[in-house]
């Protein structure tokens, strides 16, 4: 049994430590690069429309996700609500940009912690934190409540990247796996289609922050469920939009050949992805742009991770109306390795058991 990381923290006191020094940046929030710096203690709002208490908009075990995060019984994910982020194509719009509507979902840090334990009596195998960037010292505290009561699973860190590599480096220890999407390759498309100025910059920053902390590998147990690493995810937009070949290099060369990969097929015009608003998002992606992402794997020698098959995009649209199921293929429910993601074996990984 792979203990999780942040168990040795929790025994030396750390974990507490790190808690009262996360939540002190609150006061003058900079906790991802926007430095809004107003008082989130004094439940300011900030940019991301989200004050002191965590909003959660869904928990629930999932199985959309890769394949060792799933297993037999799900991820455990939880949903926060609202984003520092304002992605036009957003399939998570329903929660993540609809701010009044989430504040009735605020919950205290003790009603976290429940949720956590839930999943985790529920059978899921990992604690899976959607969107975490703007609630990380919320997301802490939580933890801290938790582990109390008996918490043993581990934490993903479920992001769009979007992150500040100091609140990364005080996650050292806490975060098990890195789950961390990396959406461009040029600041001009993180602005016109995520609202965000410098993502390229901060976006890799935070990648090399995460490699460092848990290394290019990947370390499964011995059922073959993924208990720490990183995992890149690089969704396939229309029009080569994302960039994906430079942000494939940007892996390759600065981080590691060993990096897993996570290709996503899944984009669907949704939200503002509209001919009359951004009409180069406003389709689906064709076969010719999902296999030349494939051609660049092989092309650049990275065949670490998977590769969503080309149709996902038919049946991945969440609806977040209902937040106990808001993703309704039957396949999610069913307890199989099939699941909304549908993941193939077009990248090798060989699992190093530990």
């Not at 040795?8 to 808690?19: A, F, K, N, Q, S």
């Not at 429309?49 to 994910?77: D, I, M, Q, R, W």
């Not at 100025?197 to 848990?214: F, K």
């Not at 396939?236 to 494939?248: C, E, H």
């Amino acid at each position: 049994m792979i203990e999780p990381a942040y168990l040795r923290l929790y025994e030396t006191g750390e974990l507490r430590t790190r808690v009262e020094r996360l939540e002190a940046m609150l006061a003058s929030c900079d906790i991802c690069p926007r430095d809004c710096r107003i008082d989130r203690l004094k439940d300011e709002v900030a940019a991301c429309h989200s004050g002191y208490l965590p909003v959660v908009s869904s928990y629930t075990p999932h199985f959309g996700e890769e394949p060792p995060l799933v297993g037999k019984n799900g991820a455990g994910n939880i949903f926060f609500g609202n984003c520092n982020l304002r992605c036009v194509y957003c399939q998570n719009y329903q929660i993540s940009q609809r701010h009044r509507e989430q504040r009735i979902n605020e919950v205290s840090f003790e009603r976290l912690a429940e949720m956590m334990l839930e999943l985790q009596g529920r059978g899921c195998h990992n604690i899976n934190f959607v969107s975490p960037t703007h609630f990380v010292p919320q997301m802490v505290r939580a933890l801290l409540i938790a582990v109390e009561q008996g918490l043993r699973l581990p934490l993903v860190y479920n992001t769009n990247a979007y992150d500040a590599v100091e609140v990364l480096k005080l996650l050292d220890g806490i975060v098990d796996i890195y789950l961390p999407d990396l959406k461009y390759s040029d600041d001009g498309a993180g602005w016109r289609y995520s609202k965000i100025d410098g993502y390229v910059g901060h976006a890799r920053a935070a990648l090399r922050e995460m490699c460092r902390q848990v290394g290019p590998g990947l370390t499964f147990d011995d059922q073959g469920l993924l208990r720490r690493g990183l995992v890149v995810r690089l969704l396939v937009l229309p029009n080569d939009q994302a960039g994906i070949r430079d942000s494939l290099r940007f892996i390759r060369d600065e981080l590691s050949p060993k990096v897993a990969l996570s290709i996503m097929a899944q984009y669907f015009p949704i939200n503002q992805a509209t001919v009359e608003r951004n009409p180069l998002l406003s389709r689906k992606i064709m076969a010719s742009e999902y296999w030349n992402v494939i051609d660049l794997l092989e092309e650049l020698g990275l065949e670490e991770g998977w590769v969503q098959e080309f149709e996902s995009a038919d049946y991945y649209r969440p609806d977040f109306a209902d937040s106990d199921v808001p993703f309704k293929d039957i396949r999610d429910f069913q307890g199989s390795l099939s699941s909304a993601y549908v993941p193939t074996s077009l990248l090798s990984i060989q699992p190093a058991m530990d």
